[in-house]
C-alpha cells in the first residue's frame, strides 16, 4: 500500500523513516515492526542514538572509521575545499590539485609500505563496490586489447565479499547477496573458502588443508581452461565472510598457481587498507604481488565517498600502448576524483600518518584480541577468537568439543549481537558464518578496549539461556 505523508503530518522520525526510507542489507518486514535504529551523534569511538543511550562502536561504521567519529580537521578540511572547488569532474583529462597529490600519496603510500613498485596509476570512484566493478571491467579491457577475448573468467573466493553491483556481487561468494537478483552472472566461479577452522577435515593439518584448498583451485583452473581464467579476487583477510586469516602460505602458493597461469590477482583492501591490519595495506601483511588493488573505507574513513583502484604497469602499459587505436578508454563515474573527497581523504590520511594509528593498531589490535580471548576462554559456544590487528573475529559453534555449527538460519551471533547493544556495544552479526566481528576505530584507547569488552561479555551472559536452548 502507498501511503502519502504531508510535510506537515505530526510523524515521529521512526515512523517517517518507516514510511519513506529504502534501507541497504535490511529485512523490510523488521524495520516495519520494529522500526530504525536512529543515531544522533558521535565522537571518537562513541555514539549516542536518537533516545540518548551511549554505545561504543566496536566496528568502526561498517569497518570504515579509521580516525574516529567527529574529527574538527577533516570536517574543516571539506569546507574549504566546498569553498575553493565544490566539484568539478575528471573525464576527457579534466583534473585538480587535490585529486593529482591523492593519486601520487596512495601510489607512494604503496610503494614505500607495501612493497607495492610496480604499481602505476590510480583510478577513483565512490565505493568499494565500484572499485571491484572497475577492476572487473579493466580485466576484461586487458585481455581484449591483448586479443585474447576467451580469457574472460574470474575466480572469486566463497565467503568473500567484493560488493554488491552486479559484477562485484557476482564475485562476492555469500549466497545471500545473490538470492532473487540472479546472481552471480556468468563467467564468475568461486573456489573454497580458506578457514582452516569451519572447513578443516578431521585430523587434517592447517599446511594439509591450505595443500588441498590450492589444489582445489589448481583443479578448477584446469576444468575451466587456463586460456579462459582472467584474474583471481582475494581479500589479504576476508572480512564479511568472517574475519578469515589465510593459512601460512596459502597465498605464496595461490600467487606462483596464478603467475604459472598468466592469470591476475587482484587484491581487495577495502577493508585491509590504510591501516586496519596493523600495516599500511593487507597486501605488504601477507607478501602479495596483486596486479589491480581496490581500495576504500579507510581512505577518508567514511567520512566522504572515496574508493580507489590502483593498476599495475603490466596493466597500465597495454592501455597506454592501446591508447592511440582505441581513443578514450569508457568508463568512469560523475564523482570519480571529486575535489572535495579527495581533499578529505588527504586530511584523514595525515591524520592516519601524524597520530601514529598504523603502529597503535599493530599494538592496540592484538591487546583487544588478547582481552577477548581470555574473557571468552570458558564459553562453551564460542569456538574460535581470531585476529589481526584491529580485525577480530568471535566465532560461535554449537558444541565447541566437536566444532559443530549451529544449525542454518538461528543466528547465535545475532541474538548476542542484539543483547550487546542493549548492553551499549555495537558488534556486527556477519552473513557467512556464525561470527560477531570487532573492528572499531584505529584510534580506540585500551581504556576504551577494556569497557567495550566488559561490555560485550556481559551482553554474552544475557545471552546464555537463549544460546543453551538453540544448541540443544
Known amino acids: 500500500m502507498t501511503v502519502s505523508v504531508s510535510p506537515s503530518a505530526n510523524f515521529s522520525l521512526e515512523e ?56 574538527p580537521e577533516i570536517a574543516d578540511a571539506a569546507a574549504a575545499a566546498m ?90 561468494g555469500i549466497s545471500a547477496y545473490h538470492t532473487a537478483f540472479d546472481m552471480p552472472i556468468e563467467g564468475v566461479l568461486h573456489t573454497a573458502c580458506p578457514h582452516y577452522y569451519r572447513f578443516g577435515e578431521d585430523g587434517e593439518s592447517e599446511a594439509a588443508f591450505s595443500d588441498r584448498i590450492v589444489a582445489d583451485l589448481a583443479a578448477m583452473i584446469e576444468r575451466e581452461g587456463p586460456e579462459t581464467i582472467a584474474a583471481f579476487i582475494a581479500e589479504p583477510v576476508m572480512g564479511t565472510g568472517g574475519v578469515l586469516l589465510p593459512p601460512a602460505d596459502y597465498f605464496a602458493k595461490v600467487q606462483a598457481l596464478l603467475d604459472k597461469h598468466d592469470i591476475l590477482l587482484i587484491a581487495d583492501e577495502v577493508i585491509t587498507g590504510f591501516g586496519r591490519t596493523g600495516q599500511w595495506f593487507g597486501s605488504g601483511a601477507y607478501g602479495l604481488k596483486p596486479d589491480i588493488i581496490t581500495m576504500a573505507k579507510g581512505i577518508t574513513s567514511a567520512y566522504f565517498p572515496v574508493s580507489a583502484t590502483a593498476v599495475s604497469q603490466r596493466v597500465w602499459r597495454v592501455l597506454e600502448e592501446a ?32 597520530d601514529d594509528l598504523v603502529a ?15 574473557r571468552l576462554a570458558e564459553n562453551p559456544y564460542i569456538g574460535d577468537v581470531r585476529g589481526v590487528g584491529l580485525m577480530i573475529g568471535v566465532e560461535f559453534v554449537a558444541d565447541r568439543g566437536s566444532r559443530r555449527a549451529f544449525s542454518a538460519g538461528l543466528g547465535p551471533h545475532r541474538l548476542v549481537a542484539r543483547h550487546a547493544l542493549e ?50
Not at 124 to 133: C, E, L, M
Not at 324 to 353: C, K, Q, W
Not at 429 to 434: E, R, V, W
Open 83 to 172: 569553498r575553493n572547488l565544490s566539484y568539478y569532474h575528471t573525464f576527457g583529462g579534466a583534473s585538480n590539485e587535490a585529486t593529482i597529490c591523492l593519486a601520487d600519496r596512495i601510489l607512494s603510500l604503496l610503494r614505500e609500505r607495501a612493497g607495492a613498485g610496480h604499481l602505476a596509476r590510480v583510478f577513483f570512484g565512490s565505493s568499494g563496490s565500484d572499485a571491484n566493478d572497475s577492476a572487473y571491467k579493466l580485466i576484461r579491457y586487458y585481455n581484449n586489447l591483448l586479443g585474447r577475448p576467451q580469457k574472460k573468467k574470474v575466480i572469486s573466493r566463497l565467503g568473500g565479499y567484493h560488493g554488491v553491483t552486479y559484477a562485484s556481487g557476482s564475485l562476492t
Open 323 to 354: 591508447s592511440p587505436r582505441m581513443g578514450a578508454v569508457m568508463h568512469g563515474f560523475t564523482y570519480s576524483g571529486h575535489p572535495v573527497g579527495s581533499a578529505v581523504a588527504m586530511a584523514n590520511l595525515d591524520i592516519v600518518e601524524r
Open 16 to 71: 517517517l523513516d518507516k514510511l519513506s526510507l529504502f534501507h541497504p542489507v535490511t529485512s523490510i518486514a523488521d524495520v516495519q515492526k520494529n522500526g530504525p535504529l536512529i543515531y544522533a551523534k558521535a565522537g571518537g569511538v562513541r555514539m549516542r542514538d536518537h533516545h540518548g543511550r551511549d554505545l561504543i562502536d566496536l566496528g568502526a561504521g561498517l569497518w570504515c572509521v579509521n580516525v574516529g567519529y567527529g574529527r
Open 360 to 374: 597503535k593498531t599493530a599494538e592496540n589490535g592484538p591487546y583487544m584480541l588478547r582481552q577477548l580471548q581470555a
Open 423 to 472: 548492553r551499549g556495544v555495537l558488534t556486527r552479526a556477519l552473513p557467512f558464518i556464525d561470527v560477531n566481528s570487532f573492528s572499531p576505530p584505529l584510534s580506540i584507547t585500551r581504556a576504551e578496549i577494556d569497557e567495550g569488552v566488559d561490555r560485550y561479555v556481559t551482553a554474552l551472559a544475557d545471552a546464555m539461556p537463549a544460546l543453551h536452548t538453540l544448541a540443544s
